[in-house]
């Protein structure tokens, strides 16, 4: 019935729409047993419904003969009050949040300059980065070392990551130790869309893995013992890191 979902959206809930109009339809006073048959339901949960009706301002409660009875009042203008009284709570809502607007935007502008860091474990964590990168679609600038990797870190790079990437016609720019690995691995640098310098494996002991890309740094440790890559998404960040690169890419061979 359209009038119980009105009657709803007015505020009343569970039974008390039923028990209301039960109410309604019924002539003078009436205690909460009659309208209890009308409803089918038990005279107990009733009784408390029209209490809380009463509260409303919908009924009014009075005594009949020693019995506590119930008057639905003018529902034109009960029905109306309440309708104002739920506009009225609108309105205040509306001028809550016409205020809040300009509190939540402050914030999150201030997020956005906070920066974001994701921590990911295990070797699945290190490929989730590294998928990252390809997803970002930005040039890589990468510090790293191929004779440091996990051999399930290698196979996902040259046998999966390789081809993606070169598809995707992202470049990568590569400080690597000069070792016999590396060597090798330079040597496919026309093919794999990448240019690789050197710096002396002394002064340069890379293990791990580090990535600027877009707004994101991602630091990797892939040895088997020490599985775990962090993104950070900061644009100071990786502006700082990419400078750091720059002055090292200037001085290797």
Request: net charge neutral; hydrophobic share 40%.
């Amino acid at each position: 019935m359209k009038i119980l979902e009105v009657l709803r959206k007015l505020g009343l809930t569970d039974k008390e729409p039923e028990i209301y109009l039960a109410l309604v339809k019924v002539s003078g006073v009436q205690p909460a047993s009659l309208i209890a048959q009308k409803v089918d339901l038990n005279r107990t949960t009733v009784y408390k419904t029209l209490l809380k009706l009463a509260k409303m301002g919908l009924v009014t409660k009075t005594m009949k003969h020693g019995i506590t009875c119930f008057l639905a009042e003018d529902p034109e203008k009960r029905l109306e009050e309440m309708l104002i009284r739920r506009q009225k709570r609108l309105d205040d809502l509306n001028q809550q949040f016409a205020e809040m607007i300009p509190e939540i935007k402050d914030m999150r502008q201030h997020e956005m300059f906070m920066p974001k860091m994701r921590y990911y474990e295990g070797s699945e964590g290190v490929i989730r980065v590294y998928e990252d990168t390809l997803i970002e679609n930005k040039s890589i600038y990468a510090f790293e070392n191929v004779q440091s990797m996990d051999s399930k870190i290698k196979d996902y790079l040259f046998n999966d990551y390789l081809q993606r990437r070169i598809e995707k016609e992202i470049f990568a720019y590569v400080i690597t130790p000069k070792n016999k690995e590396n060597v090798d691995f330079r040597s496919e640098d026309k093919k794999s869309l990448r240019e690789t310098r050197f710096f002396p494996k002394n002064p340069f002991p890379i293990e791990t893995e580090i990535n600027v890309y877009g707004n994101k740094t991602a630091f990797f440790s892939y040895k088997t013992e020490e599985m775990f890559a962090v993104i950070l998404e900061s644009a100071a960040i990786a502006n700082s890191m990419k400078a750091i690169f720059n002055l090292c890419w200037q001085i290797v061979e």
